[in-house]
């Protein structure tokens, strides 16, 4: 890696933190930072301040927005080279989907919940990793190059008619809860929770990191990749499998968040190159950014006669549908 | 020192496409593979790379077996260029041809490449194929015989011994046609390289090769120098009775249509 690509990368671990930690005095109520800051590193929770209290509740959502940026940007930029198509994101191979018909099934069915407050995200996971499974067996089973994300294009279809069977059936209280899933969320209760989508990211992580410069080969040509010693296939499913579970991952916890896979990487190949090894740190990073930056329009946004938060699944696809846009019109 | 098959047979899911072939390409040595569609060329080159596994027999590269090398004593010994070259995204010359570099450089640690080698080697690749003006322009913004050539650059970077090109010269008119093929004569006697070309065109290979194999439904039905190889016989038993030799001016053997 070059030096470029080492400052830009540090420049963004260094940006991100400081809009993290700057992103914990804003929302409804503003706080003091420094002092809360201070209180919550050094007193009890008992001793805290209410501005301490706000602080408490707010780093555990921008954890979770910072981790789950990451991980759906970098799953976006694995899925555009491996589905050889820069229209895939993480969701392409209807993981989204699956997972949000593994939470709906338990939704509407109490009963599942087995697991408390975690059957949802346990459900989601599961159905997802199946839904990843099913695709991978498929499109190896096919003849055809675009047999992956036929199979996933399909799969995406299948769950989605779940999706929408299990909402039909529902009445209007689950309903509600099913939309909330769908338009995603980063509210995380505590430090666990927010903690929780961690294994399958680093999971997923500990496949991609070795395999960046086998990515660069991917993304230009595979039998030239074959003759350089790729093991394309076995390469192919291990990243596939890793994109799934950083998606997967993330899903089971906030729901379907789009745009950032999609958006994040075209916005990062900008400035990196097509280099993986600069590219997918630096994705890591520009996602978790700009979802704690989503995630701060919603929590300080107030629609007109409520004063609540707007899902950050629509700022997502407010602020990066013009910006992609934008993009593709500078490309052109 | 050569690149050697010895009974290769392989195929595709269960189905045998080529037959006990056995191959010798030495280094500083042009070898040209004819045959029709279908019968087994760009199987038999994608087979000796590595991009095809074997289903028998065995493949030999300066005396080791090309199984057992590692992923970086492949790059350095074979580069493949397939026929058909398809980027995902919109790849600049210099990063095209960096990834040949790279592979083919000894990487430290976390696989960080010796970046101060890579240049040099892009430069020395593009070179090589007289390209080093394209340096900054886009792959997709080429001709087709500039982005062939840029292709060609990007297996040389990787400083094979052992080139094995499938139609280097599909979709490339008469001049480029022709100009690669002097630039692949020039490669193989400046650096010695062992060159395979699949290729359609039996006059260039009766211009360049030193040696043709000719294929036809996975056998070799004929092979030697292109005198030898390319005569009525063959031809017809190869792609039919409907081409005729003809003699031309400088002695060499030309083929045309009935």
Request: include cysteine; aromatic fraction near 8%; glycine fraction near 8%.
């Amino acid at each position: 890696m070059n030096r470029g690509s080492l400052n830009l990368i540090a420049g963004l671990g260094v940006i991100s933190l400081l809009i993290a930690f700057f992103a914990t005095c804003f929302g409804t109520i503003s706080i003091h930072q420094m002092e809360a800051w201070r209180q919550w590193l050094s007193l009890p929770s008992s001793q805290w301040d209410q501005q301490t209290h706000i602080l408490a509740l707010r780093l555990p959502r921008i954890v979770l927005a910072w981790l789950a940026g990451g991980a759906l940007a970098t799953a976006g930029a694995v899925m555009q080279t491996l589905l050889r198509n820069s229209l895939a994101t993480p969701f392409t191979l209807g993981i989204a989907s699956a997972g949000s018909f593994g939470a709906f099934l338990v939704l509407a069915m109490p009963g599942l919940a087995i697991f408390g407050s975690m059957s949802a995200p346990l459900y989601s996971l599961l159905t997802s990793l199946l839904c990843l499974l099913l695709v991978l067996k498929i499109s190896s089973r096919s003849n055809r190059a675009d047999g992956l994300l036929l199979a996933g294009i399909t799969l995406n279809f299948l769950f989605g008619a779940g999706v929408m069977l299990v909402r039909y059936l529902a009445d209007p209280f689950q309903l509600a809860s099913m939309e909330r899933w769908m338009l995603g969320s980063v509210n995380a209760v505590n430090i666990n929770t927010a903690l929780a989508p961690l294994p399958w990211i680093a999971l997923g992580l500990a496949f991609i990191l070795p395999r960046l410069s086998a990515l660069d080969q991917l993304a230009f040509d595979e039998e030239i990749a074959a003759a350089r010693g790729v093991p394309v296939k076995r390469y192919k499913t291990q990243l596939l499998l890793a994109a799934g579970l950083l998606t997967a991952g993330v899903v089971a916890y906030t729901g379907p968040i789009g745009f950032v896979g999609l958006l994040v990487p075209h916005a990062v190949r900008w400035f990196t190159g097509l280099r993986h090894g600069a590219l997918i740190p630096a994705c890591f990073f520009s996602g978790g950014i700009f979802m704690i930056l989503a995630d701060l329009v919603a929590r300080t946004s107030e629609i007109a006669g409520r004063n609540s938060e707007l899902p950050i699944g629509i700022v997502t696809a407010i602020v990066g549908g013009p910006f992609f846009l934008l993009l593709l019109m500078r490309k052109n | 020192m050569a690149l050697k098959s010895t009974a290769l047979i392989a195929g595709y899911r269960g189905r045998e496409v080529l037959h006990r072939i056995d191959l010798v390409l030495e280094q500083g040595q042009f070898v040209c593979l004819l045959g029709p569609n279908g019968s087994g060329k760009s199987t038999l080159v994608r087979t000796l790379c590595g991009v095809l596994p074997l289903s028998s027999g065995q493949v030999q590269v300066d005396g080791a077996n090309f199984a057992a090398l590692t992923a970086l004593e492949r790059v350095r010994k074979i580069g493949f260029l397939p026929q058909e070259v398809s980027p995902s995204f919109s790849f600049s010359v210099r990063d095209a041809v960096a990834l040949g570099a790279r592979c083919a450089i000894t990487p430290r640690w976390l696989g960080k490449a010796h970046e101060e080698k890579i240049e040099p080697a892009i430069r020395l690749a593009l070179a090589s194929v007289q390209a080093e003006d394209l340096i900054e322009r886009q792959l997709d913004h080429l001709s087709g015989g500039e982005r062939r050539r840029v292709l060609l650059a990007s297996v040389l970077a990787q400083a094979p011994k052992y080139l094995l090109l499938d139609e280097p010269t599909a979709m490339l008119d008469l001049e480029h046609q022709v100009a690669l093929f002097n630039r692949l004569d020039e490669l193989r006697h400046q650096q010695s390289i062992g060159v395979l070309v699949v290729t359609h065109d039996l006059n260039l290979a009766a211009r360049w090769a030193d040696h043709i194999l000719l294929l036809k439904d996975g056998h070799i039905v004929a092979a030697g120098p292109p005198k030898e190889v390319i005569n009525q016989q063959h031809l017809q038993s190869a792609f039919g009775p409907h081409f005729e030799l003809v003699t031309l001016s400088n002695g060499q053997t030309g083929v045309i249509p009935k």
